[in-house]
């Protein structure tokens, strides 16, 4: 059962002592009574919604707030939604303290239709599964024996030749 989103008057209290005050996820988390899990979860709402403290004049309106901070779910097909680079994600995982979440929450700075973290994640893990297949292929024929780097496909070796993974 999930639970119930905190009022928009504990959200913008959490991104006052946050930014205000100064205060660390662990001390607004003691002082307001909530789990740091929590804290955390509304301060990268308010981080991806572009927010700090003190708040626009327009958002002094709570359904003005909360749109901002949970936008109503994209309609558009997943097919027709933007997909990332997992090239560039899987370059970039390389670098130092580059995380999948930080890579995420890059796509949905720079994606209003993104998909979920989960989703992410998953999509991530099968294509570096199909590029790991292929880059430890071989291909085993009469001539050539050596490692494919995955520029072919199954369909294209010709039929003396057999597809076997490492």
């Known amino acids: 059962m999930p639970t119930e989103r905190l009022s928009m008057r504990h959200i913008r209290e959490v991104s006052r002592l946050h930014h205000s005050v100064g205060m ?42 909360e749109n901002r901070l949970f936008p109503p779910p994209c309609d558009l097909p997943s097919d027709e939604r933007p997909q990332p680079d997992w090239a560039l994600v899987h370059r970039e995982l390389r670098r130092r303290n580059v995380t999948l979440m930080l890579l995420w929450e890059e796509y949905c700075g720079s ?32 001539s050539a024996t050596g490692v494919v780097i995955a520029a072919i496909t199954a369909e294209s070796l010709p039929i003396s030749q057999t597809f076997q993974p490492l």
């Open 111 to 142: 994606n209003s239709d993104s998909f979920s973290y989960s989703w992410f994640c998953e999509r991530y893990k099968e294509w570096l599964a199909r590029i790991s297949a292929w880059a430890s292929a071989r291909v085993v024929g009469s």
């Open 24 to 65: 660390s996820q662990r001390a607004i988390a003691r002082s307001l009574g909530l789990a740091q899990g929590t804290v955390n979860k509304y301060l990268n709402r308010t981080r991806r919604a572009g927010l700090t403290w003190p708040l626009p004049p327009e958002l002094d309106d709570d359904v003005r707030l």
